[in-house]
């Protein structure tokens, strides 16, 4: 593991209860991708978490919250399935499919162009991926190759929906240009709009990347290349590749035409003339293939296009002279069934003469013989063992039965069957009941339930309710049970019972009861928020935590610290404020003196924008110079402040 690794503070963290930290697999401009491991489901899955930084911007975060609305909106093979988003602290993380391998970035790398079935296998998953994302209203804006992932398995998919759009809101902001400048869409340059149609000439763009091994503009500035897509062509890729075929060449040409008009409406649109030129050309995609469980595979050598084969059958039975059946002749038969007849015959005359004597000896066993009735003794609050004893000098046989009993302790017997006194016949089957203590019973999920209706409920069961109930803050509904456990009259460790659980009678139940949430007090006042919190039983620490915030004035309360072991608040625990001290402020650079371009950049790196009369875009940067600034150098402002800039002609 490397030394950035192991100082990464999130790697073995448990994000949010449930996300172990692996490993650090990528990192970008606005998020950390990570392997974790979901502890509930028990699965590897990528951890995408937004930078620290820019927790607190709502433009980055309402992008970053947009990635996981827009993927997960999309159920198609092809597309980086979302699982979850959510809220660790001040940490923003989404939740996605955990894919092993490469981008198409680090594949164009090592090979430099790739072969025709390369391109066309690429190409249809990624246009099956934007045709699904089209359909459902999406808008990629940023196809490049390092959004594009080639899994180990085989599976080609398009992920990172963070600059996706509905495509009735397809307006830039200002003058911000979204996705990749080399594969950007001429509309986006000159006018700031995106459609379906802008994700096509990336698209197209990225064809021909792959069929020639470079980009069709260069520059060195991003400016020269955006330039490049608003006026020129992209050339065909056969020009630098003679290899490609000519229906891949008028490909390339239709998706990156200048007017949007003019190229394929939408992704499943490039589709389907792809697939007309897999046919043309007799090239399929190779698809991923898999070994099917049971009695059907898929042959690994061969295209089967996605279709399972049945195994051939086992072996046939032997047919033949070896699979005849030896047979018994009917003679045989016949003399086998004369012996079974005659031997029925003897047995059924031995059964008449049993039967006429028992019925003889029957009239004296019942008459006058040892067959007369005898009374059950009573053999309650003894052992089983003591009450056969006890039924035995009456000539009974003793069976034992277990039944639940709460009062009687296990092993002593309770009654037996037929009664005490009853007459029944010498050396009959008395049933000897015999407590097996306390009655197994199954309690209900108490979770959610009103306290009183939950006592009721135990008290229906027999069992005993623990006085001490303890009351924690949560999002349940005042006086609603949070938690139930129950310890056996026996004594042992107590078990959870806040979902149901087996118990006995006499057991007893120990509940723990909801107060509600903690009342909010972000936005409050110091003093009302201390109010407010000491009114349901929380005391409030002398001492407040103070934080810079960009949204809130300074003394405003943003929350509250939470607890150590995250545990839920209870009456009586201790709460410390988080108290605002405003936007944090930052010295304004010194840019006088400089040009119109370098201070713009000298500014931007801190943090701050720039601004001039418009008529000096049109100076070349080297003959201005920077006069005068507003405002002044060293001034103390919150980020993103606007400097306007007085210039000059210089030289």
């Not at 080609?156 to 990749?180: E, P, Q, V, W, Y």
């Not at 713009?600 to 600034?629: C, H, I, R």
Request: charged share 20%; hydrophobic share 40%; glycine share 10%.
């Amino acid at each position: 593991m490397s030394t950035s690794q192991q100082t990464d503070p999130l790697i073995g963290r448990l994000v949010d209860g449930r996300y172990r930290v692996r490993a650090r697999i990528a990192r970008g401009g606005m998020a950390t991708v990570y392997v974790a491991t979901d502890m509930r489901l028990e699965r590897r899955v990528a951890l995408k978490v937004m930078h620290g930084h820019l927790s607190d911007d709502t433009v980055f975060q309402s992008r970053f919250i947009q990635e996981a609305r827009s993927a997960a909106r999309l159920a198609d093979p092809h597309v980086v399935n979302v699982f979850d988003q959510g809220q660790d602290g001040e940490m923003a993380y989404l939740v996605m499919e955990y894919l092993p391998g490469i981008t198409l970035r680090e594949l164009m790398r090592e090979q430099k162009r790739l072969s025709v079935p390369q391109t066309i296998t690429i190409m249809d998953a990624v246009l099956s991926g934007l045709a699904a994302a089209h359909r459902a209203g999406i808008v990629h804006r940023d196809v490049k190759p390092e959004n594009i992932l080639l899994a180990e398995d085989g599976r080609i998919k398009i992920g990172d929906f963070g600059l996706a759009r509905a495509t009735t809101a397809n307006t830039a902001s200002g003058a911000m240009l979204m996705g990749t400048i080399a594969y950007l869409a001429p509309e986006l340059v000159t006018r700031g709009t995106a459609d379906a149609r802008s994700d096509i000439y990336s698209l197209g763009i990225l064809l021909y990347e792959m069929l020639v091994g470079e980009q069709p503009y260069k520059g060195e500035q991003p400016m020269q290349i955006a330039f490049q897509h608003a006026t020129d062509s992209v050339p065909r890729p056969s020009a630098k590749n003679p290899s490609v075929p000519e229906q891949l060449d008028e490909l390339v040409l239709w998706s990156t035409e200048k007017v949007p008009d003019d190229r394929p409406i939408d992704a499943s649109v490039m589709l389907q003339r792809l697939r007309d030129i897999e046919r043309d050309l007799g090239v399929a995609p190779q698809v991923a293939r898999a070994v099917a469980v049971g009695t059907a595979v898929e042959d690994e050598s061969f295209d089967s296009g996605g279709y399972t084969k049945v195994l051939p059958a086992g072996p046939a039975a032997p047919t033949g002279p070896t699979a005849t059946i030896d047979e018994t002749d009917n003679a045989a038969q016949l003399r086998i069934a004369t012996r079974r007849r005659a031997a029925r015959g003897a047995l059924l005359f031995t059964l008449v003469v049993l039967l006429t004597g028992l019925a003889a000896g029957a009239g004296w066993w019942f008459g006058s013989g040892p067959g007369s009735l005898v009374g059950v003794p009573a053999v309650e609050g003894v052992t089983f063992a003591e009450a056969q004893s006890r039924l035995l000098e009456d000539s009974l046989i003793a069976v034992q039965e277990d039944v639940p009993d709460f009062s009687v302790p296990a092993g002593v017997v309770v009654d037996t069957s037929p009664g005490p006194g009853e007459r029944v016949e010498r050396d009959s089957a008395v049933t000897v009941l015999v407590s097996s203590g306390p009655r197994p019973q199954q309690i209900p999920s108490l979770a959610g339930a009103n306290i009183d209706e939950a006592r009721g409920i135990v008290d229906a069961l027999n069992l005993n309710v623990s006085d001490d109930v303890p009351r924690e803050f949560t999002e349940a509904d005042a006086d609603s049970v949070i938690y139930a456990s129950l310890t056996p009259r026996g004594g042992g460790d107590a078990v959870d019972c806040t979902n149901g659980c087996a118990s006995f009678e006499g057991d007893t139940i120990s509940f723990a009861v909801s107060n509600g949430p903690v009342p909010g007090v972000r936005g409050m006042g110091e003093g009302e928020a201390r109010r407010t919190l000491s009114n349901v039983d929380l005391i409030v620490s002398d001492d407040s935590r103070e934080v810079y915030d960009d949204d809130a004035a300074a003394g405003v309360v943003l929350g509250m610290v939470e607890r150590d072991d995250g545990a839920n608040w209870r009456p009586g625990d201790t709460v410390t404020l988080i108290v605002s001290l405003g936007p944090p402020l930052f010295p304004v650079t010194d840019v006088v003196g400089m040009t119109r371009d370098a201070a713009k950049a000298a500014l931007e790196a801190d943090g701050f924008t720039a601004d001039w009369a418009l008529f000096w875009n049109a100076a070349p940067d080297g003959l201005t110079k920077v006069t005068s600034q507003d405002p002044a150098a060293g001034s103390q402002r919150v980020a993103g402040t606007n400097v306007y800039l007085q210039l000059t002609v210089t030289g």
